[in-house]
């Protein structure tokens, strides 16, 4: 526990190691990661595939000897046939935690625009398409009716869970049942819940109908698992998908793009400020379900196509403030375990979501006393901190296309190894990216736009936007009591009240007003736009 209490505020990155035996530690989640079986990867669908794997940098190049290269052997699977379609999976929509029953909430996933919103009848969530089938008002923008059915507000349209058409306010009575009609319908996705999140299939073909009997979303155990707490969050990225899982595969980051932020370890030679150094990473196994990667003495796991974690063998503790590895037979059973779990979801070109969950076995206390918005604090400083970065790398591997990452982008060193194994994932079983159908990459917003806290985050957060309006009701009562004590002194005469009483309405009054103003400067930072300048860190 000492390790724990060192750190404040949990991390969005894996990061790097510089001992041996362990992971760098994420700030506040200073822990080890417990490993996950592999009957997790599950299969898909086979097709042909015409991609090459990417090489790790261009045969031009002259390499050194921390370049990666792993045996193909390992990285091929014997099979050229099968196909990743990205349509026929299962992809996490939102937190439970984080939805609101009594509202539909609109989402875009795979450039797909969706309403999520609570059937009360058959109590359970349901995804549909965001279109009525009326004109094709958003269904997002409507509301529950007193019934529990879905009602879309430009004319009062009803649906149930089942996307059927119950009401059409504008059909008469004792006319044809138009309602009934089968392009009265919703279009309603298969949906189901797993670990506490909402997932959902993008694919209304009827063959699909049934899918979570064949197939369900990739299993967690530490999710299920009622003796490990669980630290949830979620935010709006405003760079593609591809781009913010080689973020979270990428160790050797975490030293600058992040320095101040998270807690690493000294190396035993300190060749710079920083600290970074050489990361041993390997892919090991790489197959249309993702592939298996080491780190050292841990592991990381990419299930297709969102899941990234990683982790390390358990810490078993001794009972006498010592630990040990889980191979020693002289130790107790009682041992330390943990994840950092990320599900990274394809939204539009230049846009993701991150979902972050860090279940551990220790520690539960804290969760329970400590509010989750104080942790979504910590984590958002560190998504910002290259936020601005990653957003410009995207757009040049989109200038030169990203068929060409492997000759544009120079990769000589192991820790780039979990990256490269992505990309080879990437262009062998998913034709080298998603296909947005034509759609291309935004324009870049102003810097306050794409760092901002509130849209992306706090109004998806229940944590955050209840300590945000807490917050504000806060600083306007303090604004308040400023302006009514110096009302108190203007109004009342000198010899009503004493001296001290007047002086003490009055340094009140100062209080509360710096207070207050204190108070706006820390709502704006953490809750709207907190800029960050890597020259001044």
Known sequence: MEAFRSS?????????????????????????????????????????????????????????????????????????????????????????????????????????????????????????????????????????????????????????????????????????????????CATVYPTTVQHDIVWFWPNTDPQYKDIILKKKPPYIPELDDPSFTTLMGNRDIAYGYEVLIENLMDPAHVPYAHYGLMQTKKPRVKLDREGGRPVEMAVKKLDINGFIGKQEFGSSKFISPCI?????????????????????????????????????????????????????????????????????????????????????????????????????????????GFVVGFRRWLNKYAGGGIDWKGMALPPTPPRVQLMDRYWSHVVNCTSCRSAYKGLNALEVILQVISFVSIGVVAAIKQNVISAATRTGLVVLAVICFAASRWLADFIYKNFHYHDYNHAFR
């Open 8 to 184: 404040s505020a949990p991390s969005l990155h894996t990061c790097t190691t510089l001992q041996k035996t362990q992971f760098l530690k994420p700030m506040f989640l200073n822990f080890q990661f417990n490993k996950i079986p592999s009957s997790s990867l599950s299969s898909f669908h086979k097709n042909i595939s015409r991609s090459k794997l990417f090489t790790t940098i261009s045969s031009s190049s002259t390499l050194s000897t921390e370049q990666i290269d792993p045996p193909q052997s390992e990285l091929e699977t014997k099979s050229k046939e099968e196909k990743f379609d990205w349509f026929s999976q299962w992809y996490p929509v939102m937190p439970v935690c984080d939805l609101d029953k009594r509202v539909p909430h609109a989402k875009k996933i795979l450039g797909l625009d969706v309403v999520l919103w609570w059937d009360r009848n058959e109590g359970a969530w349901k995804v549909f398409d965001d279109s009525c089938p009326h004109r094709l008002a958003p269904l997002s923008e409507g509301r529950i009716d007193q019934w529990g059915r879905l009602q879309c507000v430009y004319h009062g349209w009803c649906f149930n869970g089942s996307g059927d058409c119950k009401f059409i306010p504008q059909a008469p009575t004792d006319g044809p049942p138009v309602h009934t009609f089968n392009k009265a």
């Open 308 to 416: 990234f974690y990683a982790y390390t063998d358990p810490i078993v503790d001794q009972g006498n403030g010592s630990a040990s590895s889980a191979g020693n037979n002289k130790v107790s059973p009682k041992q330390r375990r943990s994840a950092l779990i990320f599900l990274c979801v394809p939204v539009s070109p230049g846009n993701s979501r991150l979902i972050w969950a860090f279940p551990r076995n220790f520690g539960i206390w804290i969760d329970k006393i400590v509010p989750r918005w104080m942790f979504h604090i910590g984590q958002n400083l560190i998504l910002d901190s290259d936020l601005y970065l990653l957003h410009v790398e995207e757009r040049k591997i989109m200038d030169v296309g990203p068929g060409n990452w492997q000759k544009a982008c120079f990769v000589p060193t192991k820790s780039d």
